[in-house]
């Protein structure tokens, strides 16, 4: 079978081996309403009351929305607008922890008997794709066409985040467990577990808790970027290509996060929806590369101080990885849901952009064998027949082409834009 392209990158797992602590709890915490693609929440508290672990903070009526939970006890201090890294703004509730981490009475384990009731209940859970890109879980598990096969995404391709590959070593049962439970309720027939093959002893420990599930395999995948892209790593597991405008379950297929997976059967054990994360903490002015557990809403200086980042140098935040993840605005910025990795750096200089010298390595690195530098000139002309021609709207922003651009352009960056222009039917 034809392995897609994509780039090799050098690895930086430098904390692979480092056990996930929990950070000291913070005097306070900031949830964002929103922290998943779709709507925002609405708050249901207001400032005053007093809040426990688990308790529901915020919830919405949109169909593109999950419920959000406060992550500390304490009282509410403040609901303000809060900044998000796309620019726009949400509200946000500011809680004052009161440092014994009561948990709320809501907390329960959910009763469920039936696919509908298990989809209510993740709903209820406020999971939502823990790989960083915030997709509703419920939503992704309530697929329109059958499904046969449920792919984890466990390649965790980016440099520096080893925060699921803790999770693989330090927690295996759950990500079965939750791997099983998504297998029942969805009659879904087989897994494949999807590791790149520069985590070997994640994928000779899977490989051995799994030995007794017939219907669950392990696949190792070439440590390449960005191998944990969803239609690549469809195709690279069970060779099913989805096509531009198709979603994975089209073909079949539903992928689901390792970290995700672990989280479905937190949930339907304890009933305790997500209110912390692992991170890992990580970059040039980090004297301790770590990975900890951190309540949901803690600012990121919290996080960076544990680690003893030097941040009067800093000059480059990143939230998650450095190919996809989002810059930070500042050291305020709380974690979320998504919050995989936090990068600080130093060394940080943008590139010189120069003309074009059609050396065509932006086509060759390019998964989908997608023109980049062609998107950038339609862009430029916002020619949309040209564009939609070109297939822009199947970019993923994976950054490859930008990376080996030796021009500098930002083709990735570009393509975004480009992909804006295309009205959705
Ligand atoms: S950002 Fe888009 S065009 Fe560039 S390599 Fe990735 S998928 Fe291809
Ligand atoms: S990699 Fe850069 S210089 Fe080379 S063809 Fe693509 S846009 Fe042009």
């Given at each position: 079978?034809?392995?897609l392209?994509g780039?090799?990158l050098?690895?930086?797992k430098g904390?692979?081996?480092?056990?996930t602590?929990?950070?000291?709890?913070p005097?306070?915490v900031t949830?964002?309403?929103?922290?998943n693609?779709g709507?925002?929440?609405?708050?249901l508290v207001?400032a005053?009351d007093t809040v426990?672990v688990?308790?529901?903070?915020?919830?919405?009526d949109?169909f593109m929305s999950v419920?959000?939970?406060?992550?500390?006890?304490g009282?509410?201090k403040a609901i303000?607008?809060?900044k998000?890294?796309?620019?726009?703004?949400c509200?946000?509730?500011?809680?004052?922890?009161?440092g014994?981490?009561?948990v709320?009475?809501?907390?329960?384990?959910p009763v469920?008997?039936s696919?509908e009731?298990?989809?209510?209940?993740?709903?209820e859970?406020?999971?939502?794709?823990?790989?960083?890109a915030?997709?509703?879980?419920?939503?992704?598990?309530?697929?329109?066409?059958?499904?046969?096969t449920?792919?984890?995404?466990?390649?965790e391709?980016?440099p520096?985040?080893?925060?699921?590959?803790?999770?693989?070593?330090?927690?295996?049962?759950?990500?079965?467990d939750?791997i099983?439970t998504?297998?029942?309720?969805?009659?879904?027939?087989s897994?494949?577990i999807?590791?790149?093959?520069?985590k070997p002893?994640a994928?000779?420990?899977?490989?051995?808790k799994?030995?007794?599930f017939p219907?669950?395999?392990?696949?190792a995948?070439p440590a390449?970027?960005?191998?944990?892209a969803?239609k690549?790593?469809i195709?690279?597991?069970?060779g099913?290509?989805v096509?531009?405008g198709?979603l994975p379950?089209?073909?079949g297929?539903?992928?689901?996060n390792?970290s995700?997976a672990?989280q479905?059967?937190?949930?339907m054990?304890?009933?305790m929806?997500?209110t912390?994360?692992r991170?890992?903490?990580?970059?040039?002015?980090v004297?301790?590369p770590?990975?900890?557990?951190a309540?949901?809403g803690t600012?990121?200086?919290e996080?960076?101080a544990?680690?003893?980042?030097d941040?009067e140098?800093?000059?480059?935040?990143?939230?998650?990885g450095?190919?996809m993840g989002?810059?930070a605005?500042d050291?305020t910025t709380?974690v979320?849901?998504?919050?995989?990795a936090?990068?600080?750096?130093e060394k940080?200089?943008?590139p010189?952009v120069?003309n074009c010298?059609?050396?065509?390595?932006?086509?060759?690195?390019?998964?989908?064998?997608?023109?980049p530098t062609?998107?950038e000139k339609?862009?430029?002309?916002?020619d949309?027949?040209t564009?939609?021609?070109?297939?822009v709207t199947?970019?993923?922003?994976c950054?490859?082409c930008?990376?080996?651009c030796?021009?500098?352009r930002?083709?990735a960056?570009?393509?975004?834009l480009?992909k804006a222009?295309i009205?959705r039917?």
């Amino acid at each position: 079978m034809k392995r897609l392209n994509g780039v090799r990158l050098s690895h930086r797992k430098g904390t692979a081996t480092s056990h996930t602590v929990r950070i000291p709890l913070p005097e306070q915490v900031t949830i964002p309403m929103l922290m998943n693609m779709g709507a925002p929440c609405t708050p249901l508290v207001k400032a005053g009351d007093t809040v426990s672990v688990g308790q529901k903070i915020g919830d919405t009526d949109a169909f593109m929305s999950v419920p959000v939970h406060s992550s500390v006890s304490g009282t509410v201090k403040a609901i303000s607008d809060l900044k998000l890294a796309n620019g726009n703004t949400c509200k946000a509730v500011t809680i004052e922890t009161d440092g014994n981490q009561t948990v709320s009475e809501e907390v329960k384990p959910p009763v469920v008997h039936s696919k509908e009731e298990f989809i209510k209940a993740i709903r209820e859970s406020g999971i939502t794709g823990l790989g960083g890109a915030g997709f509703p879980t419920h939503i992704k598990l309530n697929p329109k066409t059958p499904v046969d096969t449920l792919i984890i995404n466990a390649a965790e391709c980016e440099p520096y985040i080893t925060s699921d590959h803790r999770q693989m070593l330090e927690d295996p049962d759950s990500i079965i467990d939750g791997i099983q439970t998504v297998m029942k309720y969805l009659k879904i027939e087989s897994a494949v577990i999807g590791i790149e093959n520069n985590k070997p002893d994640a994928i000779s420990l899977l490989t051995q808790k799994t030995s007794s599930f017939p219907d669950i395999t392990v696949k190792a995948l070439p440590a390449s970027y960005p191998q944990g892209a969803e239609k690549v790593l469809i195709y690279n597991t069970v060779g099913r290509i989805v096509m531009e405008g198709q979603l994975p379950s089209d073909t079949g297929a539903v992928v689901l996060n390792v970290s995700t997976a672990a989280q479905i059967s937190h949930y339907m054990k304890t009933g305790m929806p997500i209110t912390e994360r692992r991170i890992t903490v990580d970059g040039d002015i980090v004297s301790k590369p770590c990975n900890v557990f951190a309540p949901i809403g803690t600012a990121f200086s919290e996080v960076l101080a544990y680690a003893q980042c030097d941040t009067e140098k800093l000059k480059k935040l990143i939230a998650g990885g450095p190919m996809m993840g989002a810059c930070a605005f500042d050291l305020t910025t709380p974690v979320v849901k998504g919050t995989n990795a936090i990068l600080a750096f130093e060394k940080y200089s943008e590139p010189t952009v120069t003309n074009c010298i059609r050396c065509g390595r932006c086509i060759k690195a390019c998964p989908f064998n997608l023109m980049p530098t062609e998107m950038e000139k339609a862009y430029q002309k916002r020619d949309i027949e040209t564009l939609k021609a070109l297939k822009v709207t199947l970019c993923m922003n994976c950054g490859c082409c930008t990376y080996v651009c030796p021009a500098g352009r930002k083709l990735a960056e570009t393509n975004q834009l480009a992909k804006a222009l295309i009205p959705r039917n």
